[in-house]
């Protein structure tokens, strides 16, 4: 019996100093594979600091930046309110002249019902004003106003309320060449 666990022993202490070879061989190899492995990892922290440079970051030009990129920009803080003009603000709108300073104006009446087609006939009482403000090389504004009326279908009973014959996209805009006659 006491061969067999020499045996026994002689073939552990062999295969322990194999494994003992390999352990260190394992060590090794781990200890280059670390090395390698952050060696790389600092590689492509320096590329990835390179692709994130632009004109904002760098000495690089304008013109370098990337079309397809938007710069980065903090999201707004959200303030619960809606966008635009919050109730009870003061409200900001050109305050309309007097009709003696007019130059001209127009009473402009929409001609059929917007619903059944029909002819409409009448006044409103209180049209609504749009002033355009044609400012010429002199002084003097020219200034024309549009009465937009509103009338009542006598058939249906639908308001049709008139728009203006040239539509401006803004009220000040530039003189035509028309005479400045009242």
Same mark, same amino acid.
């Given at each position: 019996?006491?061969?067999?666990?020499?045996?026994?022993?002689?073939?552990?202490?062999?295969?322990?100093?194999?494994?003992?070879?390999?352990?260190? =061989?394992l060590r090794a190899e781990n200890k280059r594979l670390r090395r390698e492995s952050k060696k790389q990892q600092d590689r492509i922290r320096d590329l990835e600091a390179k692709l994130d440079l632009n004109s904002q970051n760098s000495s690089l030009p304008p013109s370098s930046d990337l079309p397809w990129t938007a710069p980065?920009?903090?999201?707004?803080?959200?303030?619960?309110?809606?966008?635009?003009?919050?109730?009870?603000?003061?409200?900001? =709108?050109?305050?309309?002249?007097?009709?003696? =300073?007019?130059?001209?104006?127009?009473?402009?009446?929409?001609?059929?019902?917007?619903?059944?087609?029909?002819?409409?006939?009448?006044?409103?009482?209180?049209?609504?004003?749009? =002033?355009?403000?044609?400012?010429?090389?002199?002084?003097?504004?020219?200034?024309?106003?549009?009465?937009?009326?509103?009338?009542?279908?006598?058939?249906?009973?639908?308001?049709?309320?008139?728009?203006?014959?040239?539509?401006?996209?803004?009220?000040?805009?530039?003189?035509?060449?028309?005479?400045?006659?009242?």
């Amino acid at each position: 019996m006491a061969c067999t666990h020499a045996k026994d022993i002689a073939r552990l202490e062999r295969k322990l100093g194999v494994l003992s070879e390999e352990l260190v =061989q394992l060590r090794a190899e781990n200890k280059r594979l670390r090395r390698e492995s952050k060696k790389q990892q600092d590689r492509i922290r320096d590329l990835e600091a390179k692709l994130d440079l632009n004109s904002q970051n760098s000495s690089l030009p304008p013109s370098s930046d990337l079309p397809w990129t938007a710069p980065k920009r903090e999201p707004k803080k959200r303030t619960g309110r809606k966008p635009g003009g919050q109730p009870g603000h003061d409200p900001h =709108q050109r305050i309309l002249v007097p009709e003696d =300073q007019l130059a001209e104006f127009y009473d402009v009446r929409p001609p059929n019902c917007i619903k059944c087609g029909k002819k409409l006939r009448g006044d409103d009482p209180a049209p609504f004003r749009h =002033q355009v403000f044609d400012v010429p090389p002199e002084s003097k504004p020219f200034i024309t106003e549009h009465r937009l009326h509103s009338l009542e279908c006598l058939c249906c009973g639908t308001v049709t309320k008139a728009t203006p014959h040239s539509p401006h996209r803004s009220l000040a805009k530039p003189r035509s060449n028309k005479p400045q006659s009242r």
